[in-house]
């Protein structure tokens, strides 16, 4: 008898994303139901929250705690200086343990927020660099790309794709992006996005509530110079939005989709001073889910809550801050419905979501036919995982399957 495969999972993950928690829940569901004799762990951002929520072994990604802090002092320079090589050895030495490593979905190859190039980007390249060497196969798997200006990152970026033995794209501007910058993608598919996999969990419906997903937006990667102006538009716009709601006497619910987006539930909630508004307490996306399932319509930032609503089924109207965003709405019917994150005009915001109102019965239908759609694809998506990763275990399903023919009456 064959030795279980051994599976790493790679990622930002277990560090207060749920976006990022979501995709790595529906990689998950798919090696135990598919691959239920691999062994499997995690390198990733939050090891404890990953080790608790999922039950599997995890390893700290980065030796130097401080990674993502700003360093101001030479200790702490040094420090990060040092963590760079130490992270070099550590990643190999976890790689060479691993048959397959997995990068479950994410945004792993975008900067649509600030990024710094040594920071995740040189994190991701050192996995694909030592995947190639150990002749581990790395894959990347649904996730997301956008065209990168900023001249390291996009070579760390462009290089980790390269060197990687899987990819695979949650929409085609992923996949477009990657061949702009140089990456052969011809073998490349383009599948939903991974979190359409996960379950709905059962939800009591709240009618006139409105779900809005908020976020500490700041612009992105090149808008740091006006980025606090970015800000102030963005947090403005919304709050305008939610009070007229709550004047109009509609529940809104507050969302959000990462830990640093809760000073600015803080934010609305002081300024608004409603009971009528109250914020959501989501520890997962399966939280997202069971709010924006019970909802009469959704409003969101965060990419991940408007996966969500639309999972669910439930009309959303997108605050567009990627090309992502759009992409996504596009996809899903919702297309006339987005908003630019930048720039929140209330009044407009209004206009849109009076009109989505609207429309709600039939963009309901829409949604389940296209949710229908998507999880057929989910499941080529997963067929074609486990043909390039697992060939062995492909053969010997398909081997089992024939002699049960040859064994039937």
């Not at 529906?26 to 939050?46: M, S």
């Not at 990024?115 to 790395?138: H, K, N």
């Not at 989709?257 to 608004?272: F, R």
């Not at 990763?389 to 492909?394: N, T």
Request: contains cysteine; neutral net charge.
């Amino acid at each position: 008898m064959k030795a279980p495969k051994k599976v790493g999972v790679f990622g930002l993950l277990g560090s207060g994303n749920l976006g990022n928690d979501g995709s790595l829940e529906a990689v998950l569901g798919y090696l135990r139901a598919e691959h239920p004799e691999a062994a499997v762990d995690a390198l990733c951002g939050g090891p404890e929250a990953v080790t608790a929520r999922y039950g599997i072994p995890a390893t700290r990604l980065h030796w130097y705690r401080g990674e993502y802090r700003t360093a101001s002092r030479a200790g702490a320079v040094a420090g990060k200086g040092l963590g760079k090589l130490v992270d070099a050895v550590r990643t190999a030495a976890w790689v060479r343990r691993h048959d397959v490593v997995i990068v479950p979905g994410m945004g792993v190859l975008e900067a649509t927020l600030p990024l710094r190039p040594w920071g995740f980007p040189y994190a991701l390249f050192l996995l694909c660099a030592s995947g190639r060497l150990l002749r581990t196969r790395v894959a990347l798997v649904g996730v997301g790309a956008d065209t990168i200006r900023d001249r390291p990152t996009r070579a760390l970026v462009r290089w980790s794709a390269r060197l990687a033995a899987y990819r695979s794209y949650r929409d085609a501007l992923s996949r477009d992006a990657m061949r702009a910058m140089g990456v052969d993608t011809a073998r490349d598919e383009v599948y939903p996005d991974l979190a359409f996999a996960l379950p709905v969990p059962g939800a009591e419906a709240s009618p006139g509530t409105v779900c809005v997903g908020v976020m500490d937006f700041h612009g992105g990667n090149d808008d740091r110079a006006r980025a606090e102006e970015i800000h102030r538009c963005y947090l403005d716009g919304t709050t305008r939005f939610v009070r007229a709601l709550a004047d109009e006497g509609r529940q809104v619910r507050l969302l959000t989709g990462d830990a640093c987006d809760t000073p600015v539930v803080a934010a609305i909630l002081d300024a608004v001073d409603s009971p009528l508004v109250t914020a959501a307490d989501a520890a997962s996306l399966a939280d997202l889910l069971k709010e924006t399932a019970a909802a009469d319509t959704v409003v969101a930032t965060r990419y991940h809550n408007l996966v969500c609503a639309l999972k669910a089924g439930t009309p959303a109207l997108a605050l567009s801050y990627a090309a992502k965003s759009d992409a996504l709405m596009d996809r899903m019917g919702l297309a006339a419905y987005c908003h630019p994150a930048r720039e929140v005009d209330a009044d407009r915001l209004l206009e849109q979501f009076r009109e989505l109102e609207k429309r709600s019965g039939e963009l309901r239908r829409t949604l389940t036919e296209r949710n229908e759609a998507a999880a057929q694809q989910l499941a080529q998506h997963f067929a074609a995982l486990t043909t390039a990763l697992f060939p062995a275990s492909q053969h010997a399903q398909g081997h089992a399957q024939a002699h049960a023919r040859q064994e039937s009456p």
